[in-house]
Each structure stands twice: as C-alpha cells, then as structure tokens.
C-alpha cells in the first residue's frame, strides 16, 4: 500500500510525504544505479526500469507495508521513500525504513520530517507500540535523525556488510511508545530505553503540530 498525503512543516523544511506514481519510477532508476546510494542500503546493483516497476506494483498490492514517496518543498520530483513494514503482525510493532536517493538533499532535514511523520502516522493511526529500524555504524547522520525521534540502539550486528573493501557493522534500534511501552515492559521500563521514551514523547508531541493530512 501507498501511505496518505502528509506535509511536515519544521522551522527548517517543508516535506510532502505522498503516494508514488509511475511517473516517480524514473528518478528512482537514475539515483539507484549509485554506489554513494547503495552504501547504506541492502542493495549493490544498479536497477532497470522494469526492475523497479514490478516493485512499484508489489508494493501498491501490498498489505504488510504502507510507503511514501518523498517530496521536498523545491523539488519537482521525488528525492526518496520510506516505509513501515510488517503491519499486519500480532505484537503492536512494525519495522521502519528510508532510502533519500538524491544525495543533494542529504543533511538538509528532510529524513528527520520524514520520520515525524511516519512515526505519528505508526503511533495514532496503526496504534503501533513500538518500531524496529538498523542502520550502517558508518551511517552517523541517519543514525542522529532516528535518536531524534525516540529510537534507541540496543545491538550491533558485527561484520553485516561488506562495501569498500571493508567489514561494516550495522546498529539495531527500537522505538517504544511512549504511553504504552507497558504492553511489554509490565515491570517497568529498562533503564536502556529511559531516554529514548522520553524522546519519543517529544517527537509525537511535536508531530502532532507540524504534520498535516492533507
């Protein structure tokens, strides 16, 4: 499933978190062929057109996830998307993900509104408890941008990828909301995840100002 229009709008940037159409594929196609993209992402092939639109329709078919594609104030075109998987499962939690395929707009906030919104979007429309997300040790900004939000780093998994003639490791991040993190933590909340909660609620707070359905 594609998700609901969203427009975040911070002190720093306006985004537009929209469905995708067709029409976003080839942008899509011309940022994926990049190794700076694939870094940090699973992937390490370049992509065709006929790639992509088969995943263009997987993913409008699906029932186990809702994507964005991401639209900044001052771009004609999509500059990214991210993702809430695994919706449908019994634990009140899901998985989250972004890929901001076109690197002139990294560092600029887009991928900390786009959280906002997809957090607010998980937390009081899916009553989700809680979100998994990973990202690359090396990755430091996207790691920074989920902190902001309320996740927190509880592992690392050693050796998980392999890019530039190295090793790299990738780091496991939770986020729980910060109302019903009890679903899981009846005897109090580990001490690990203290600060994170307390993030959280200041995220949701926050999102619930700035982001319109529009």
Not at 144 to 163: F, M, S
């Amino acid at each position: 499933m594609f998700g609901i229009k969203m427009q975040v709008t911070t002190k720093k940037i306006s985004v537009l978190l929209r469905p995708g159409t067709k029409e976003d594929i080839p942008e899509l196609v011309k940022h994926f062929s990049s190794m700076r993209v694939h870094m940090y992402t699973q992937g390490l092939f370049g992509q065709t057109l006929e790639n992509e639109l088969e995943w263009y329709d997987k993913t409008r078919s699906s029932q186990e996830g809702c994507t964005w594609f991401i639209q900044p104030q001052g771009s004609k075109v999509a500059i990214g998307v991210t993702s809430l998987h695994k919706i449908d499962t019994w634990d009140g939690g899901c998985s989250s993900g972004i890929i901001i395929w076109d690197t002139n707009w990294w560092g600029k906030g887009v991928a900390s509104a786009a959280h906002l919104a997809r957090t607010l979007f998980a937390a009081d429309f899916l009553n989700k408890y809680s979100i998994r997300s990973s990202v690359r040790e090396d990755n430091q900004a996207s790691r920074k941008a989920l902190e902001k939000v309320g996740y927190t780093v509880w592992g690392t998994e050693p050796v998980d990828a392999y890019r530039s003639g190295k090793w790299i490791n990738t780091h496991q991040l939770k986020w729980f909301h910060p109302d019903k993190h009890q679903f899981y933590f009846p005897d109090g909340l580990p001490e690990l995840f203290t600060p994170g909660v307390a993030r959280a609620k200041i995220a949701l707070q926050t999102a619930r100002q700035v982001v319109e359905f529009i």
